[in-house]
C-alpha cells in the first residue's frame, strides 16, 4: 500500500498548489510562501519539493506557464490555472469533502458506538 | 517517437529553464532573509537548507515527465503480478484456459497461413491457374479433361488477353538404358522451355532449363528433383554433366532442383518445344499465370469464348466434346481441393474455443473483481482515478494474456507437429510445409492484446461503477442483497454452454459420419485382399490389334500363375485400382430407348472377379472362362443397375452399349458399336464415384476384360494367409512373365480403403479435440460461477437451515440454480447449432446435419458435465453449519 500513500500524499500536494494558484498567476517562490502562510507552517516539507509538483500538475496541462517579468523587476516563471486546472481542482476538493466526511462519520460512529 | 526526439532536441534549453526558475526561487528567499537583518553568508545557508538538496529537486522534476507516462505504468505491472502471485488459483486456472485457447488458434492459423498464403514456394503462385475441360453433356465430370490439344493449346497461347505467361507440362515415363539393362525411370515431366523461368526458383546446383535447351541444334538436356538425386544417387554432386540414355537419346543431366522445388510432382524435367511437346503425343496440361487484377473466372472465361469460337472452325481439333465449357481453378485449390472446407470448419471451432477461453477468463475476472471490491472502493477514496483503476485491471488481464499466451506458443508448437503429422498424405502438395512463422506469430500476440482487453474490460468496467460507500462498509454481503454481478457472470456461464455446444454437436456429427462411413456394409469382403497394378512398358501399345493380344495374354498367364501361388483362394483382374472410385459411362439398352442419363459405373473384369470380392450371384450366371478368353460381349449387371432399368422385367438377355467405348478417347482400344448381353445379376456391393466420396450402391455392369485392349490392369488376390506376405511371390511371378512389366503401385484392400479414412478422422479428431477443451473449460466456468454463488449465499443458507431445511432441499436449491444456467445454455447452444451445422454439410456423409441422435448425446453430455460442475459447490452448501454462517456478518 506504499504506493497508495504516496498517491495520496502527491495527490493532497497538488489539490493545494492548483488551490493557490487558482487565486492568481504566480511564480514558484511566491506559491511556497503562500503555502507556508496560510497552513500556519503546517507543511513543513522542503520548499524544493513543490517543484517536481508544479512541473507535474505543468504536464498534466492543469496548470500553465509563461516566463514574465517579476515585482523585482527579475524575469520569473508565472504559473497560472487553465481551464482544465480548475476542473480538476474542482473533482480534487469534492472527494476530499466527501472523505473527510466519511471519516468524521465514522469516527463519531464509533464514539457513539463506545458509549 | 516525435516526443523523444523532441525531448532530445530540447533538453539544454529545458535544463536551462529549470536552473533559472530554481535560481530564482533561492534568490528570492535569500533576498527576504537578508531584509530581515540576516547577513548574506547566513541568508544562503538557511535558504539552501529549507529548499533541500537542488539536485535532487532537479531529479525529481526531470522524472515528472517520465513518472506520469511510465512509472505508472511500471507500477501498474508491478501490482498485476504481486495480486496474481496472491491468488494463484485464479492465475493457473486462467493462464491454463487462455493458454489452451491461444495455442489452439496459433496451429489452427499456421495451417490456414501455410495452406491459404504460403503453401507453394512458386514466384506468385496464387496467380497461378490451371484448366479443364468440362463436357456440359456429362454431369459425373468422368469426361472432364485437364489436357489439350496441340490446336487448342495453340489458340489459347495466340489469342489470350489475360495472362502473362502461359506453361506447358505433361507427365513421362521414359525408358533408362543403363548400359547393361534397360529399366524404366519413375515418372517425370517433359515441360516447355520457360517452365523453370515461370516458377522463378533457381536450381541448387548447376543450371535450370532456359529457352536455349529447345532451339533445332540444342544437345537434349534434363534436370532432376532433389529427392530423386538422394535416392538413385545418393547426392552425388558428381552426377552433374552426366549423359542418361533416356528413351533411346543420350540427354545430359544440367542441375539440381533444391527440396522445396517438386513441379508437377515430378522427378525429372526434360524441356521439349512446344509444337514438339503438343505434337508429341503427350497430354499436355496449361498452366497460366493472370496479369495482375484479372480473375480466375475472367481468365476461365477467356479461354472459353477462344476455345469455342475457334470450335466452329475446326470442330474435329478443338474441343471435339461440342458441348463444353473451358473452367479455370487457381493453382492452389486445384492441389487442395477439399481440405480448404475442413480448415474453414477448423477456423470456426478454434474461434468458438477462443470465445469459451475468454468468456471464462472474463468470468473469473468478475469473480475475482467481486472478492476485491472493498480494495478497489478503498483506492478510489485514496485518490485514485477510474482511468487509474481500469487501466491496473486491464495491465493486469494482459500480464495474464501474455504469460498464457507464451504457454500458449510453446503448446501450439508441439500442437502443430502432431497435427502436421495427422494430416493424411496426399492432402497437401509436397512443397507445403507446415510450421511456425512471423504472421502467424504476430497474430497471437494480436489475439493477445484483443483476449487481454475482452477478459479485462467487462470487470474492470464493472468494478468501478457504482456507489463505493456500501462496499468500503461492507454492508454489501448477504441476504437480500442480488449477487453483484451476478446477471453478466450468468451470462457468461451460458453463453460458454451454448458455444460448447455448436463445437460438440459439430464434433459429435463429424464422429456419427466417421462411425456411418467406416461401419458401412460395403457388400463384399475387404479382409485378406492384396492387389496390385502394373505399369507396361510402351512394347505393349505399338499396334492395335497386336497390343490388345498382347495385353490380355500377358493378364491371362499372370493369372494362372497367381492362381499358382500356395496361399491363394481366388484371382481376378479389373481396371480401377482400389479404393473403389469407378468410370461411369451412358448406357444404351437395346429396343428401350430413353430420355434420360442413365450413368452406369462399369468394369473390365476377369471371371474370378465377384468370388474375389465374395460376391453373391442372385441370378443367370457369372462369366465363364470360356466368356473371357474368347471375350465374349457378355456382361453381369448388379441389382441396382436391373431395379432402375428394368423395374418390371427381367433384364436377363437384354442387350446393352455402354456408351463410353464409343469416345474419342476410348475408341483406340475399345470395342466399337458393341452390344453386351446381360447373362447375370449380382449383388450389390458400394462404390464411390469421382464427385461424391460417400458409399453408395451405384448401377454396375461388368464386361470381361479381354474386349478391351486398356493399359490399366490392377489383379486382386484372395489369400488364406496374411496378403502383404505374397506380395512378394506376385513380383517375382510378373518379372519371370516380362522383365519390363513392373508394379506401380500395390498394397491391400483393406488398407486402401483405410487410407481413405484418413481424411475425415484427422478433421474429426482436431475438431475433437477442440470440444473437449471446450467441455473442461466450461465446466470450470460452471463451477467457478456456482462455487461463487454458494460463498455469497452462506448466510442465507445458514438461516435456511437454522430454519430447518434439511440438507436435500439445500442441494436441491443449489443444483436447480446451476442447471438453470446450463438450461439456458442448452436452448441457446441448439438454436445457434441447427444454424450453423449446416456449413458441414460437405464434410458429413450418411447422417443429417441436424441429426436427433447427435443433439440429443451432447445435451445429455453437457447436462451430465453440469451437475458435475455443480455437485461440490452444491455439496459445500448442504454441509454449511448454521452456527458459523449466522456468526458471518
Given at each position: 500500500m506504499t504506493d497508495d500513500r504516496t498517491d495520496f500524499l502527491k495527490g493532497t500536494l497538488d489539490m493545494l498548489v492548483l488551490k493557490v494558484v487558482a487565486l492568481g498567476p504566480n511564480h514558484g517562490y511566491a506559491i511556497a510562501q503562500r503555502?507556508?502562510?496560510?497552513?500556519?507552517?503546517?507543511?513543513?516539507?522542503?520548499?524544493?519539493?513543490?517543484?517536481?509538483?508544479?512541473?507535474?500538475?505543468?504536464?498534466?496541462?492543469?496548470?500553465?506557464?509563461?516566463?514574465?517579468?517579476?515585482?523585482?523587476?527579475?524575469?520569473?516563471k508565472f504559473y497560472s490555472l487553465t481551464k482544465k486546472g480548475r476542473e480538476q481542482l474542482e473533482t480534487e476538493v469534492r472527494k476530499w469533502e466527501r472523505l473527510s466526511d466519511a471519516v468524521a462519520l465514522i469516527l463519531r460512529a464509533a464514539e457513539s458506538g463506545a458509549k | 517517437m516525435m516526443w523523444w526526439l523532441h525531448r532530445l532536441v530540447h533538453k539544454s534549453r529545458s535544463e536551462n529553464q529549470l536552473d533559472k526558475e530554481l535560481q530564482f526561487h533561492l534568490e528570492r528567499q535569500v533576498d527576504d532573509y537578508v531584509k530581515t537583518g540576516l547577513p548574506t553568508e547566513e541568508a544562503w545557508r538557511r535558504a539552501r537548507l529549507e529548499f533541500g538538496g537542488v539536485d535532487r529537486v532537479k531529479e525529481e522534476v526531470r522524472d515528472t515527465r517520465w513518472e506520469t507516462r511510465f512509472d505508472n505504468l511500471w507500477r501498474d505491472f508491478r501490482y498485476a503480478f504481486r495480486s496474481l502471485g496472491r491468488d494463484r488459483r485464479f492465475a493457473v486456472i486462467a493462464i491454463f484456459a487462455l493458454a489452451l485457447g491461444i495455442g489452439a488458434s496459433t496451429v489452427v492459423f499456421s495451417l490456414v497461413y501455410n495452406v491459404f498464403f504460403d503453401a507453394l514456394p512458386y514466384k506468385d503462385f496464387n496467380r497461378s491457374v490451371v484448366f479443364a475441360v468440362h463436357n456440359l453433356t456429362d454431369s459425373s465430370g468422368s469426361k472432364d479433361r485437364e489436357f489439350f490439344s496441340p490446336a487448342e493449346v495453340r489458340a489459347f497461347r495466340e489469342q489470350n488477353q489475360v495472362f502473362e505467361d502461359i506453361i506447358g507440362y505433361a507427365l513421362m515415363r521414359p525408358t533408362y538404358d543403363a548400359g547393361k539393362s534397360i529399366r524404366f525411370f519413375p515418372f517425370g515431366a517433359v515441360v516447355t522451355s520457360n517452365t523453370f523461368n515461370y516458377l522463378g526458383i533457381p536450381p541448387l546446383m548447376g543450371r535450370a532449363i532456359s529457352e536455349g535447351d529447345v532451339t533445332a541444334d540444342a544437345p537434349a538436356v534434363f534436370v532432376m528433383n532433389y529427392r530423386f538425386w538422394q535416392r538413385e544417387f545418393d547426392g552425388d554432386p558428381g552426377v552433374l554433366g552426366k549423359v542418361f540414355v533416356l528413351n533411346g537419346k543420350p540427354t545430359t543431366l544440367i542441375g539440381i532442383m533444391p527440396a522445396q522445388f517438386n513441379a508437377f510432382s515430378a522427378n525429372f524435367w526434360i524441356p521439349v518445344p512446344y509444337d514438339q511437346a503438343t505434337s508429341g503425343g503427350y497430354q499436355l496440361h496449361l498452366m497460366g499465370r493472370l496479369k495482375p487484377g484479372v480473375s480466375v473466372q475472367a481468365a476461365g472465361a477467356d479461354l472459353d469464348s477462344i476455345a469455342h469460337r475457334a470450335h466452329k472452325i475446326k470442330p474435329d481439333e478443338i474441343s471435339p466434346e461440342n458441348k463444353f465449357a473451358i473452367v479455370a481453378d487457381t493453382l492452389l485449390d486445384s492441389l487442395i481441393g477439399n481440405f480448404k472446407k475442413a480448415l474453414y470448419a477448423l477456423l470456426v471451432a478454434v474461434l468458438l474455443l477462443l470465445s469459451i477461453a475468454c468468456s471464462n477468463?472474463?468470468?473469473?475476472?468478475?469473480?475475482?473483481?467481486?472478492?476485491?471490491?472493498?480494495?478497489?472502493?478503498?483506492?478510489?477514496?485514496?485518490?485514485?482515478?477510474?482511468?487509474?483503476?481500469?487501466?491496473q485491471l486491464l495491465v493486469e488481464s494482459f500480464v495474464l494474456a501474455s504469460v498464457a499466451s507464451g504457454v500458449g506458443c510453446v503448446l501450439a508448437y508441439f500442437g502443430l507437429k502432431v497435427v502436421a503429422a495427422l494430416i493424411p498424405a496426399g492432402t497437401l502438395p509436397e512443397e507445403t510445409v507446415i510450421r511456425m512463422n512471423a504472421p502467424v506469430l504476430l497474430l497471437a500476440l494480436g489475439i493477445t492484446i484483443v483476449t487481454a482487453v475482452l477478459c479485462g474490460l467487462a470487470p474492470a468496467l464493472h468494478a468501478v461503477r457504482g456507489d463505493l460507500q456500501p462496499r468500503l462498509t461492507g454492508s454489501d454481503k448477504g441476504v437480500g442483497q442480488s449477487f453483484r454481478h451476478g446477471n453478466l457472470r450468468a451470462g457468461l456461464v451460458?453463453?460458454?454452454?451454448?458455444?460448447?455446444?455448436?463445437?460438440?454437436?459439430?464434433?459429435?456429427?463429424?464422429?456419427?459420419?466417421?462411425?456411418?462411413?467406416?461401419?458401412?456394409?460395403?457388400?463384399?469382403?475387404?479382409?485378406n485382399v492384396l492387389y496390385f497394378v502394373l505399369n507396361l512398358p510402351p512394347t505393349y501399345n505399338t499396334d492395335l490389334a497386336g497390343s490388345l493380344q498382347r495385353k490380355n495374354a500377358l493378364t491371362r498367364q499372370l493369372l494362372e500363375r497367381m492362381q499358382a501361388l500356395p496361399g491363394v483362394t481366388s484371382v481376378a483382374e479389373f481396371a480401377d485400382p482400389p479404393p473403389l472410385e469407378y468410370e461411369v459411362s451412358d448406357t444404351i439398352i437395346l429396343g428401350k430407348p430413353h430420355a434420360d442419363r442413365r450413368e452406369t459405373q462399369f468394369e473390365m473384369c476377369s471371371e474370378g472377379y465377384f468370388q474375389t470380392l465374395g460376391l453373391p450371384l442372385i441370378r443367370g450366371r457369372f462369366f465363364s472362362e470360356d466368356d473371357v478368353s474368347r471375350a465374349r460381349d457378355v456382361m453381369v449387371v448388379n441389382e441396382a443397375f436391373s431395379r432402375q432399368y428394368f423395374p418390371n422385367e427381367d433384364p436377363l438377355g437384354h442387350k446393352v452399349k455402354l456408351d463410353i467405348f464409343d469416345r474419342p478417347y476410348f475408341a483406340a482400344a475399345a470395342p466399337h458399336e458393341t452390344y453386351f448381353e446381360i447373362i447375370g445379376i449380382v449383388h450389390d456391393y458400394k462404390t464411390r464415384s469421382y464427385n461424391n466420396p460417400s458409399w453408395r450402391s451405384f448401377p454396375q455392369a461388368f464386361v470381361p476384360y479381354s474386349v478391351a485392349g486398356f493399359n490399366w490392369r490392377t489383379f486382386m488376390a484372395r489369400t488364406s494367409v496374411n496378403p502383404s506376405s505374397l506380395l512378394r511371390n506376385m513380383a517375382q511371378e510378373v518379372r519371370d512373365l516380362d522383365p519390363g512389366v513392373q508394379i506401380s503401385t500395390s498394397g491391400t484392400l483393406e488398407a486402401s480403403l483405410q487410407e481413405f479414412y484418413r481424411g475425415p478422422q484427422f478433421e474429426l479428431v482436431a475438431l475433437a479435440s477442440f470440444a473437449i477443451i471446450g467441455l473442461a473449460l466450461v465446466v470450470i466456468g460452471v463451477f467457478s460461477v456456482m462455487a461463487y454463488n454458494v460463498s455469497l449465499q452462506t448466510h442465507e443458507i445458514g438461516v435456511r437451515m437454522a430454519l430447518g431445511a434439511q440438507q436435500g432441499s439445500i442441494l436441491k436449491m443449489v443444483l436447480a440454480r446451476g442447471m438453470g444456467l446450463v438450461a439456458a445454455g442448452i436452448v441457446i447452444g441448439l438454436f445457434a447449432s441447427y444454424a450453423l451445422t449446416r456449413y458441414l454439410a460437405s464434410q458429413v456423409w450418411g447422417i443429417s446435419t441436424t441429426d436427433p441422435w447427435t443433439f440429443a448425446a451432447v445435451i445429455a453430455l453437457i447436462v451430465f458435465a453440469g451437475v458435475a460442475a455443480c455437485l461440490l459447490p452444491a455439496w459445500h452448501a448442504a454441509r454449511v453449519d448454521p452456527l458459523v454462517a449466522l456468526r458471518y456478518e
Open positions: 503555502l507556508k502562510q496560510i497552513s500556519k507552517d503546517f507543511f513543513q516539507v522542503h520548499q524544493g519539493s513543490l517543484y517536481p509538483a508544479l512541473h507535474r500538475l505543468e504536464d498534466r496541462g492543469w496548470l500553465h506557464a509563461e516566463w514574465k517579468e517579476s515585482e523585482t523587476g527579475r524575469e520569473a | 477468463v472474463a468470468n473469473l475476472s468478475l469473480a475475482r473483481a467481486s472478492l476485491r471490491e472493498r480494495e478497489i472502493a478503498m483506492r478510489v477514496t485514496l485518490g485514485a482515478t477510474h482511468g487509474r483503476l481500469i487501466r451460458v453463453s460458454e454452454i451454448a458455444l460448447s455446444i455448436v463445437l460438440l454437436i459439430g464434433a459429435g456429427l463429424l464422429m456419427r459420419s466417421f462411425l456411418v462411413l467406416t461401419r458401412v456394409d460395403l457388400g463384399f469382403d475387404p479382409k
